[in-house]
């Protein structure tokens, strides 16, 4: 079974504090994605990665960076939070066999920006 | 702009009542439509992807078929467990990326 693991379901930032959200697969999946999910807007693709140190930035990506130092882990940063970044944070890993493609997602960062 | 429509947006069953959800994309050219199920608080969970007109896939109660401007999640006999929100994804060919388009989904409550 592919396993997505992020590091917190809960998190509590104050504005303009530097945020590291990180998701760890154990399927040596070249893609990665980050996606935030809020009511009314589904989910949004910010970032995702295809190999080691490469990124390409999503739907939304402002306000975000994201780092890829070893395939297994893709780390999404909000280099200065603000309110309008507290969402659900999911990272999600893709799975290639042959033609089939499947994405696996992790159980989602709950951020909230005071 | 490749757009993921999906309805209703909310659905109320009692269990047993078979139905279906309905996913219609505008894509300039599929190359894969996935379906996912997410509970409250949780991430999706992978159900199914179909590649072409005419594919179907089922898993327990659920069915998915695909024509060349939609997709029909149907689900038979439901059960109280099959409670939650029911999402499309479409993956564009040519793009070079394996990146999702997701419609806002169909909240599913089956009665018991």
């Known amino acids: 079974d592919v396993k997505v693991t992020q590091s917190s379901r809960y998190l509590v930032k104050r504005t303009g504090e530097k945020v590291f959200l990180e998701c760890v697969q154990d399927m040596d999946h070249e893609n990665m994605f980050w996606y935030r999910q809020d009511p009314g807007l589904g989910l949004r693709l910010i970032y995702f990665s295809y190999d080691v140190k490469m990124k390409e930035k999503g739907d939304i990506p402002e306000g975000y960076s994201v780092s890829r130092e070893k395939k297994e882990r893709f780390s999404l940063i909000l280099e200065s939070a603000s309110t309008n970044q507290t969402s659900m944070y999911l990272c999600a890993s893709l799975r290639i066999g042959g033609s089939s493609y499947e994405q696996y997602f992790g159980p989602g960062t709950r951020l909230t920006v005071t | ?112």
């Open chain 2, 1 to 112: 702009e490749d757009q993921v429509t999906q309805s209703p947006e909310a659905l109320r069953l009692q269990e047993g009542e078979s139905s279906s959800l309905n996913c219609s994309y505008t894509v300039s050219g599929l190359r894969g439509l996935f379906w996912y199920r997410q509970d409250p608080g949780k991430g999706p969970e992978f159900l199914f992807t179909l590649y072409s007109a005419g594919e179907e896939k089922e898993k327990e109660r659920l069915k998915a078929t695909l024509t060349k401007k939609e997709s029909f999640l149907h689900i038979t006999a439901p059960k109280p467990e099959d409670s939650a929100t029911y999402l499309c994804a479409v993956q564009v060919s040519g793009a070079g990326s394996y990146q999702l388009t997701f419609g806002k989904g169909t909240k599913l409550s089956v009665i018991p």
